[in-house]
Structure formats: C-alpha cells, structure tokens
Antibody
Framework: EVQLLESGGGLVQPGGSLRLSCAAS????????MSWVRQAPGKGLEWVSG????????YYADSVKGRFTISRDNSKNTLYLQMSSLRAEDTAVYYC??????????????????WGQGTLVTVSS | EIVLTQSPGTLSLSPGERATLSCRAS???????LAWYQQKPGQAPRLLIF???SRATGIPDRFSGSGSGTDFTLTISRLEPEDFAVYYC?????????FGGGTKVEIK
C-alpha cells in the first residue's frame, strides 16, 4: 500500500524558514517523480515544485522560485521542501504527491496518483 | 501558463441524479493531458480520471470523463451519498501543471 506522510509544518514568522519532509513507502521511491502541491485555507490547489526520480531535475512555480528548494533522499525514501523567505501568502496545507514516472517530464508537468494527508504551514507574526 | 475555469462553482443535486461538471482551458491541452480529482473536507485529493477519460484504479464506473482541446467534462451518472465533494480538473500537458478552481457538488 502506497503511503506518503508529511511532517515539518507549523507556525513561522514572515521571512522565516521551514523544512518539510515526506516519508514514502509501498512503492519504489526512486522510480517516480514527486511533487509538492499546496492549498491555501478555503482555496484551490496550486502546484509548487516537482523533482525527477533521480533528483537530477527540479522545477518550481514562479511564486516560489528562488525561495523554495525541493530535494529527495532515495536511500531514505524521503522527499523534502526547504522553504525560506516565507510570506503570509505561503500559508497553506502542503501535500506531497506521487507522479506517474521517473522522468523530468513527469516532474515538471505530471499528474498525481497518490497524495499524503498534508501538513499545515502558517506564516504569521 | 494554462488557466482552467471550472463551472458551475456549485452544483446542488439529489442522490441518484446525474452530475455534469465542466472544465475549460485558456488554450488547447496537448494530448488530452487532463486529470480530475475529488476532495472531501479535511482529506487529500483523490485521482479519479487521467488522460481525460481513463479511470484511475478503483474508481467506480459511474465516473466518466470526456473532451479534448479546450473543453472537458466529468460526468457522475448517478450520485451516491459519498460523491458529494469538491472536484478539481488539472492539466499536465504543459508546465507548470495547473488546477481549476473547483466545483462543489452539494446535496440539494
């Protein structure tokens, strides 16, 4: 059974940093691209970032480019999102989501067959 | 980026009725790269449809997708109580992948 478990969310002040993690199990982690998708309170879904199965390809939404960094450790079956220079508009539930293949294409423009339950990030003073 | 517009915003129907949800793209979605998701309150989205018309694993056949180019439709043939939720379309034919604003299917 595929499982994705996010952690690391919490309350952070504007300008601060936070690192999210997503522990994966139930599939061959290195064989699939992964993404982070967020949802602001009461709003729709927004793709944030994607990474290829090897980790060699990383992609970002314009809204987070230069502030967020996606990475993965295939030996630990874990996906990460390092967030810095956080803004109030970054407040959202952050989901990790499994892509359909390993390639750079799946990382930058794929769809998602499994999602974690999400972790809430609140940026506020 | 491709903007997806979903309509209506809210659909009020009774169990057993047919639901028709629309998703319109600001430009053509290449190779019918369109997916639909269902989201219930406090839960993660669940993949229903990919490739515009292919059902994901375990999705009942009352859910069907159709369309191409800029116009796509999700149809729920007979609403079950568990189908009342918010539905999102997503295009993945170009980067960045984008989502529609959602259609809420509520009990009338």
């Amino acid at each position: 059974e595929v499982q994705l478990l996010e952690s690391g969310g919490g309350l952070v002040q504007p300008g601060g940093s936070l690192r999210l993690s997503c522990a994966a199990s139930g599939f061959t982690f290195s064989s699939f691209a992964m993404s982070w998708v967020r949802q602001a309170p009461g709003k729709g879904l927004e793709w944030v970032s994607g990474i290829s199965g090897s980790g060699g390809g990383t992609y970002y939404a314009d809204s987070v480019k230069g502030r967020f960094t996606i990475s993965r450790d295939n030996s630990k079956n874990t996906l990460y999102l390092q967030m810095s220079s956080l803004r109030a508009e970054d407040t959202a539930v952050y989901y990790c989501a499994k892509g359909m293949c390993s390639s750079n294409t799946c990382a930058r423009q794929g769809y998602f067959d499994y999602w974690g339950q999400g972790t809430l990030v609140t940026v506020s003073s | 980026e491709i903007v997806l517009t979903q309509s209506p915003g809210t659909l009020s129907l009774s169990p057993g009725e047919r639901a028709t949800l629309s998703c319109r793209a600001s430009q053509s979605v290449s190779s019918i790269n369109l997916a639909w998701y269902q989201q219930k309150p406090g839960q993660a989205p669940r993949l229903l449809i990919f490739g515009a018309s292919s059902r994901a694993t375990g999705i009942p056949d009352r859910f069907s997708g159709s369309g191409s180019g800029t116009d796509f439709t999700l149809t729920i043939s007979r609403l079950e109580p568990e189908d009342f939720a918010v539905y999102y379309c997503q295009q993945y034919g170009s980067s960045p992948p984008t989502f529609g604003g959602g259609t809420k299917v509520e009990i009338k």
